[in-house]
């Protein structure tokens, strides 16, 4: 009996060192832009909710962080991987997104002195949503959830597009409203930079949730196409080229419409049309695609069917 208490003891303490001794690390996407990029699977205790991709731009004025992670916990994990680069502080924290990951670290880094920017209605959807974040959170991180506060951007910013400048360093802004409501990139054009947010999945299937627009998904991903970006940091996934994109992302979505919504547009039968497609090859090799393709198809075909 003792021997078992000591074994679970033992088991429960190197797990929790396990979730302490998580860190991302920056990685050099070009000089002055780095990524952080996070794990692929699901968020959790052991990576504080760090399961996607995030940046920073190092400026002459200070840091601009793209996005600050889903807990406190997280964005003190950000914060170290920034300051292993860099002892220039975090000025601007800009929010990609309203999914928790985007933004459930903005308290830690206002703290600190950072302004938090977003396009306004991403702030909005944070906003409506961020209840049922902490609440969906509290579920995977539990007491590591701790001290984390929802605190949606404070600075915001009208229109679908907005352009930024802090220390010779330009940030584009534009609303994707694909894998969220509110979600947007962040176009760096002096180095051909693109933080896609959860528009672009590399190494991952992409996830199509009750929130997503696929048509919105497939219209953005065009768009981004024709900004013809040398690099992009996905929202999970390696940092990629566009052709990479386009195979693991692009294509993908432009089979969601022109071969899913499509069929539901002709009121075919969702069994059959699921059925029909329910074996892809050329995303097979990605990693959550048993879990997540049927169901992807199953909500562009509602998507189609109910607004066509």
């Not at 794990?39 to 600050?68: C, H, K, M, W, Y």
């Not at 990479?244 to 979505?253: F, P, S, V, W």
Request: proline content about 4%; hydrophobic content about 45%; glycine content about 8%.
């Amino acid at each position: 009996m003792l021997q078992r208490l000591v074994f679970v003891l033992l088991t429960a303490f190197a797990s929790l060192s396990a979730f302490a001794d998580y860190q991302p690390k920056a990685e050099k996407v070009v000089d002055n832009v780095y990524a952080l990029i996070g794990p692929l699977g699901q968020r959790g205790a052991e990576n504080d909710g760090l399961n996607a991709n995030f940046g920073f731009i190092v400026t002459q004025a200070g840091v601009i962080l793209i996005d600050s992670g889903a807990s406190r916990l997280g964005a003190e994990k950000i914060a170290v991987a920034i300051r292993a680069v860099t002892e220039q502080p975090v000025r601007w924290v800009i929010n990609s997104g309203s999914q928790d990951h985007r933004w459930l670290g903005n308290d830690f880094f206002a703290a600190e002195g950072a302004e938090v920017i977003s396009l306004a209605r991403t702030a909005a959807t944070q906003a409506q949503y961020a209840e049922q974040h902490m609440a969906g959170l509290n579920r995977f991180l539990g007491e590591r959830l701790k001290g984390t506060k929802p605190l949606p951007a404070g600075k915001t910013l009208p229109g679908n597009s907005a352009t930024l400048e802090l220390g010779g360093e330009i940030l584009e802004l534009a609303y994707t409203d694909a894998h969220f409501p509110g979600d947007a990139w962040v176009w760096l054009p002096k180095h051909s930079v693109l933080f896609s947010g959860d528009l672009v999945f590399i190494d991952r299937l992409l996830g199509v949730l009750p929130w997503s627009n696929v048509k919105n998904s497939q219209k953005a991903f065009h768009a981004l196409e024709a900004l013809q970006p040398a690099h992009i940091v996905p929202g999970h996934g390696r940092v990629c080229d566009l052709a990479l994109a386009r195979r693991e992302t692009g294509d993908y979505y432009d089979f969601l419409v022109n071969k899913v919504g499509a069929a539901a547009k002709e009121m075919e039968s969702m069994s059959d049309v699921l059925a029909r497609h329910a074996d892809l090859p050329a995303f097979k090799h990605l990693e959550n695609y048993d879990g997540l393709h049927r169901g992807n198809m199953n909500r562009a075909f509602v998507e189609f069917e109910s607004a066509p």
